[in-house]
């Protein structure tokens, strides 16, 4: 008997996965070179989506890069909004009154859960399963209906403002939260019945893309990747920002650092978003919801039809955009998808000199060689899921 | 600054007296500059001392202060998950000798992030071993992010160009 692997004639295949592939949700390319099913070498090509962010900040003024965020990572724009706004505030050195971190808040958390709801809904539906695709997509619509009702806009909501919101939460959100979620919970009981125990689930997705604490810590994972291999490392525990140190929530984390666990670090943040929400919705207080400082902040309509010194302020930081002293910070949020920083450098003129995003997901997809490899050609489509890319985020 | 805060400059200040070029601590964000030969063992004392333990390289970044001297200045970011702390590491370097050594031998994850300082920056990375465009294609003139570049000078692979 012969070795039938000396002898059989056999070479590596290498096969393009995208720009323009059902799995690669976002352009992005593979280049896999295959060995039967086996992926011995595997290529990641991004940049298909790269706009020039900073470059268009940069000839910007402060206020005019809020749209921009909005399309880093376009499904959860509130969390790239509250961001910036946050790291411009820390580099002009205000602080924003109680009622607008709890919106903050409120809105953040609301964008963390449609951007969840559409990663496991994708996920799902790209291993086949189009049912608990369509129960995340009807939970995300709902949430998505919230966003509308206090911003205009289901998916580049632009709502934060440096000092402030663009307006407050309209009459009778607290209500419309409330049976939200209710759905929103029958439908996650729905998901977690048809995927956590499925079979075809599990069988695709467990033990596949492992990443072992150390190795995660230094690809620079963060988010629930991180959290999956059990590093409890959250921005909003670690160093809170806004009123999280007043919310009372939990971290979940994994064990095994697969997909699975990815996964379910997802499903259970879900929970803890809405008990978030809940909570903020709860004791929020009442006040303004901008800072009363007219150089940085626009004042009401009313006060700029009637108040000559409103007048004024709104017609210089209009025309010229508000004056951001000279320096640099960097400020980090836990964005959905890991640490969402902005590193900004003021020359004290009205535009940002450098307006830096650390775009979560670039790391996470710099390390897709390094977790599939050695792996079969279908575990690049949960792997990828769950390190959940989104092109205008890597890209910029 | 508390005194516990500090605690990271200080003693980067101890172990490279000949290096570290400036320190400040603006809102709170400690910053050394640095020179940036020693930039490789710096990071690896930030990653291992005991005090330290900067495990997670957050960010790396590039600026250009077009017209001053050094014009560029990478900038690094750390984080220590156990002890929850931040610091900035700022390597200027001039125009005339744009490179830096790589630290990918300290973190792997800084392989994407430094080709897109390469890429938008133009700086070059010494040791690293695939320093190719990341965001632009391959054959892109330039370096966009450079206050130099236009900021219409479009150049797209297919349609006109300025």
């Known amino acids: 008997m012969t070795d039938l692997a000396k002898n059989l004639h056999t070479e590596h295949m290498v096969i393009n996965m995208g720009p323009s592939h059902p799995v690669t949700h976002g352009t992005v390319k593979f280049l896999v070179t295959l060995d039967g099913e086996t992926i011995v070498d595997f290529y990641v090509e991004i940049g298909y989506l790269h706009r020039g962010f900073e470059k268009m900040c940069e000839n910007s003024t402060w206020e005019q890069v809020f749209p921009y965020t909005d399309r880093l990572n376009y499904l959860s724009p509130i969390i790239n909004n509250v961001g910036y706004a946050l790291a411009v505030e820390k580099l002009i050195g205000i602080d924003t009154p109680e009622r607008c971190k709890y919106i903050r808040v409120i809105t953040s958390e609301l964008s963390r859960m449609a951007d969840h709801y559409t990663n496991i809904a994708a996920s799902a539906l790209e291993l086949g399963a189009l049912t608990a695709f369509l129960y995340f997509v009807e939970a995300r619509e709902l949430v998505w209906d919230l966003l509308e009702s206090f911003c205009g806009a289901r998916l580049t909501s632009n709502y934060i403002r440096i000092g402030g919101l663009k307006n407050d939460l309209p009459d009778g959100f607290k209500e419309d939260t409330k049976e939200v979620f209710k759905r929103c919970r029958e439908l996650w009981v729905d998901v977690d019945k048809l995927l956590t125990k499925n079979r075809i689930f599990l069988d695709r997705m467990r033990d596949i893309g492992i990443m072992p604490p150390d190795e995660a810590i230094a690809w620079g994972f963060t988010g629930p990747c991180l959290r999956a291999s059990g590093v409890p490392y959250d921005v909003r525990k670690a160093q809170p920002y806004l009123v999280y140190d007043k919310m009372n929530f939990e971290i979940p984390i994994g064990e095994t650092g697969d997909n699975f666990d990815r996964y379910l670090v997802r499903m259970e943040e879900l929970n803890q978003s809405m008990r978030i929400v809940e909570q903020a919705l709860e004791e929020l207080p009442s006040g303004p919801i901008n800072v009363d400082i007219p150089e940085y902040r626009w004042q009401s309509k009313d006060d700029i039809y009637t108040k000559i010194e409103s007048l004024i302020f709104h017609f210089k930081t209009v025309t010229g955009g508000i004056r951001v002293p000279p320096g640099e910070v960097y400020f980090p949020v836990e964005g959905a998808n890991g640490e969402l920083g902005f590193y900004l450098v003021s020359d004290g003129n009205g535009k940002p000199y450098k307006c830096r995003v650390r775009p979560p997901c670039f790391p996470l997809t710099a390390a897709m060689p390094r977790m599939v490899k050695g792996a079969l050609i279908a575990d690049i489509v949960p792997t990828f899921d769950m390190v959940h890319m989104i092109g205008g985020e890597c890209d910029r | ?162």
């Open chain 2, 1 to 162: 600054m508390t005194a516990m805060e500090s605690i990271t400059l200080k003693k980067l200040k101890e172990k490279f007296p000949d290096s570290i070029v400036d320190t400040h601590s603006f809102r709170g964000d400690e910053t050394a500059t640095v020179k940036k030969e020693k930039i490789i063992e710096i990071c690896k004392f930030l990653r291992d001392d005991n005090e330290l333990l900067y495990n997670f390289m957050m960010d790396l970044t590039a600026v250009d202060y077009y017209g001053r001297e050094p014009r560029f200045e990478v900038v690094y970011h750390f984080y220590s998950l156990k002890y929850n702390r931040r610091v900035r590491l700022k390597v200027p370097v001039p125009e005339s000798d744009c490179t830096v050594d790589s630290i990918i031998s300290v973190w792997i994850g800084a392989d994407w992030f430094e080709r897109e300082a390469y890429d938008l920056y133009g700086i070059i990375f010494n040791g690293h071993p695939n320093l190719k465009r990341i965001l632009l294609y391959e054959g892109f003139e330039g370096h966009p992010l450079r206050k130099d570049y236009p900021v219409r000078g479009r150049q797209p692979l297919i349609g006109p160009k300025n």
